[in-house]
T-cell receptor, first 114, second 113 residues
Framework: ETGVTQTPRHLVMGMTNKKSLKCEQHLGHNAMYWYKQSAKKPLELMFVYSLEERVENNSVPSRFSPECPNSSHLFLHLHTLQPEDSALYLC?????????????FGPGTRLTVL | GQQLNQSPQSMFIQEGEDVSMNCTSSSIFNTWLWYKQDPGEGPVLLIALYKAGELTSNGRLTAQFGITRKDSFLNISASIPSDVGIYFCAGLPLGGSNYKLTFGKGTLLTVNP
């Protein structure tokens, strides 16, 4: 059983659609992350939440809107995306944001924007 | 920003062979991590290194934190088919946030039974 779950696993949407990605962690962690993984590019950190407060917004366009209602759940709201936003979106969680706080990743949502 | 150069990009080997991959940077890192990603899954941490010169093993895997703090390598001995996947190096740059990992582009490993 994975400690970090993501839904949906696959999503196809048009550029005018609004959709949301959901992440849930069952590890009792208090930090959560959104990453973007594109082919042949390094993982890109998008957002970080610690104790439900956003501590990092890594120059992400406003068409991506994160929400962290509690320490176990993280959402990524999507609207008016572009085809180049197609990628694997990974959620991760960690016990804290300290130096040795291991990040545990979910399986990702494969997003295709038409 | 900091970049990690990971090589090789891909490897195709026979079962039983040893494998070596590495990451280099022009900047100093104070933590090096090695992850493996299986198809359809997220990355899983294999080995974490926190001290220059540190050599750490995890079963058939061995990784080292370079003495210059600008590189790290991962070795896999006696490869088996389940070693197939993408291996990523990641690091925390000196002076950066403790959670803001920089990732390499990955090494795709294929093991021929």
């Amino acid at each position: 059983e994975t400690g970090v779950t993501q839904t949906p696993r696959h999503l196809v949407m048009g550029m005018t659609n609004k959709k949301s990605l959901k992440c849930e962690q069952h590890l009792g962690h208090n930090a959560m992350y959104w990453y973007k993984q594109s082919a042949k590019k390094p993982l890109e950190l998008m957002f970080v939440y610690s104790l439900e407060e956003r501590v990092e917004n890594n120059s992400v366009p406003s068409r991506f809107s994160p929400e962290c209602p509690n320490s176990s759940h993280l959402f990524l709201h999507l609207h008016t995306l572009q085809p180049e936003d197609s990628a694997l979106y990974l959620c991760a969680s960690s016990q804290g944001t300290g130096l040795s706080s291991e990040q545990f990743f979910g399986p990702g949502t494969r997003l295709t924007v038409l | 920003g900091q970049q990690l150069n990971q090589s090789p990009q891909s490897m195709f080997i026979q079962e039983g062979e040893d494998v070596s991959m590495n990451c280099t940077s022009s900047s100093i890192f104070n933590t090096w991590l090695w992850y493996k990603q299986d198809p359809g899954e997220g990355p899983v941490l294999l080995i974490a290194l926190y001290k220059a010169g540190e050599l750490t093993s995890n079963g058939r895997l061995t990784a080292q934190f370079g003495i210059t703090r600008k590189d790290s390598f991962l070795n896999i001995s006696a490869s088996i088919p389940s070693d197939v996947g993408i291996y990523f190096c990641a690091g925390l740059p000196l002076g950066g946030s403790n959670y803001k990992l920089t990732f390499g582009k990955g090494t795709l490993l294929t093991v021929n039974p």
